[in-house]
């Protein structure tokens, strides 16, 4: 099975089962490679990292679905994840993601109608000084008000264009 | 340059060692920064000396593991199972998950080299064959710039192929997690570094030490703790351990967070200062017009302590002690006399306009959601104890909920694989024990009141 990949990411695959003693060690870096490039790790692309490294398509499916970052399905283009514990919430993290799902009318875990986020909350990420906090895609955000929030919202829409979900067929 | 954002007040009682360059605005993560400031000068003295001598300054230093046990760093390389002949791993959890805890992120993304430097000395002092870097997914600038740093590192002969010209090599790798807490477990750490879901092992009898990646021996340390190898050189071990207490040295940056003016790190030498130092002086206290309800001393796992309360008893001098939580001496000692734990130094305040029912349901939201699966006890019973809390904040507590809940909390410590099962029964124990009133009086409260909380936790 030929993976629907571009070569840059290939090669650096190959590079990364070469950097450990042992080639299933390099099952997540494999499947964070995959999930950047096409957003989630589908059954087929699974199936192909398990023969790259292998192993048992079971072998990849219980680490994906063991590990929260590690998604089968597609997700909005941003990803926002807002921290949800103690430190955060007791600054206002509840808040500040009610304005997240708000600004796209979306809910949690949700794709938004415009396709542009998905918002989520987060366990912990470990900027508790800073609360609250979210991460939007790679980058922190701390400290976070309402002004804030509502200028991050802005910016992604303004930058990210919007993709609505084609409806969902009538036999789902 | 990769960079992030400096703290530019340093407190006059910190103490720092660590994080001495971290926040100089002028400092950055490249490793020319990192040479004209004295950088891998320990790496070279490190490299000149014998192993053995290298184990043994950080046995001398008296040095605790900073991950949350404190577990003396030095005693654990000297478990390393050398006979078998196996190859020995070195692995650096920045795993930093504990709620509450952000010192490791500052250390990873403001000084990258001093972590590689500490890691390439504790390399040679364990004679290892290669090293990892355990870095959760959800700081991919930290894993940008260790990144980077390593590779820097390796051009300049400090890590990779015959270190130094001196026939060592040893590499690091930087591996990334994907947003599970459990990963930051030492053996669920090595169980997912081998590609597999990060199920615990049962110990004893095997530690890492003696079995750990691969099935060989391996040493995991904590960020925090391989920083400090690198000063541990500098001074030397009896030198080192002359900073902070007998069983305290060095310096240890804690954690301050939740609801206190001046949240932050503070790096401060072991058993000087007390909560009430950090809480008040560092911190600046409580809000305007708040009152302090409880203090959560060392990550969301540990025993919650409730304002007002007087801890009494023997220290193992014999000298007898009675604290309010303002007095408890701020080291590892301190917090476990007052009947709870240091952890990994992450100090949580809580207020007045907080819902303690409501606080420990959010500490319990996050433990069901961590827990790997393994045990039953741990899965089912997280699981149960989140869902009465959120029951009881949703309106529709009952009177018996406080002895449900501390039954449930008693049957799952010490009955797990992992220290997940006391993580996770610490706060539901600790706090209906403590607050046994509030848990009580939910039982009466007006649905619809508890329905229209303006702060919410969960």
Known sequence: ?172 | MLAVPKRTHIHPLERRILLKHADDPQYDVSIDCYLRHGGYAELRKAAAMPPEQIVQEVADSELRGRGGAGFPAGMKWKFLDRKSGKPVYLICNADESEPGTFKDRQLIHKDPHQLIEGMMITAFAIRAKLAFIYIREEMPLGARILEAAIAEARRHNLVGDDILGTGFACDIVVHRGAAAYICGEETGLIESLEGKRAYPRIKPPYFPAAIGLYQCPTIVNNVETLCNVKHIVALGGKEFSRIGTPGNTGTRIWCLSGQVRNPGYFELEGGRHTYGDLIYRMGGGLREGRALQAVIPGGTSAKVWRAGERFTGKLRNGDPFNWGIEDVPLDFDGPMAAGSMSGSGAVIVIDDSADIVEVLANINAFYAHESCGQCTPCREGSLWMRKITSRMVGGAARPEDADLLAAIGDQIAGRTICAHGEACAWPTQSFVAKFRDKFTAKAGEDPERARSRSLRLV
């Not at chain 1, 991460?135 to 609505?164: G, M, S, Y």
């Open chain 1, 1 to 172: 099975m030929a993976a629907d990949l571009p070569p840059e990411t290939l090669q650096a695959i190959d590079g990364l089962i070469a950097r450990y003693p042992q080639a299933r060690s390099a099952l997540m870096p494999i499947l964070h490679a995959i999930q950047k490039e096409q957003g989630c790790i589908s059954l087929e692309m699974q199936e192909w990292a398990a023969a790259q490294l292998g192993l048992t398509p079971i072998q990849v499916r219980e680490v994906v679905s063991f590990y929260p970052f590690y998604r089968e399905h597609p997700i909005g283009a941003r990803h926002i994840r807002v921290c949800r514990t103690l430190s955060c919430a007791l600054n206002g993290g509840y808040r500040v993601c009610d304005a997240f799902k708000s600004a796209f009318a979306t809910e949690l875990g949700e794709v938004s109608p415009d396709g542009r986020v998905t918002v989520e909350f987060a366990e912990c990420l470990a900027s508790c000084g800073t609360a609250p906090v979210a991460l939007v895609d790679d980058v922190l955000h701390e400290n976070l008000t309402d002004e804030q929030v509502a200028a991050i919202c802005e910016q992604i829409k303004r930058d990210t264009p919007a993709r609505p979900a084609p409806p969902a067929p009538d036999n789902a």
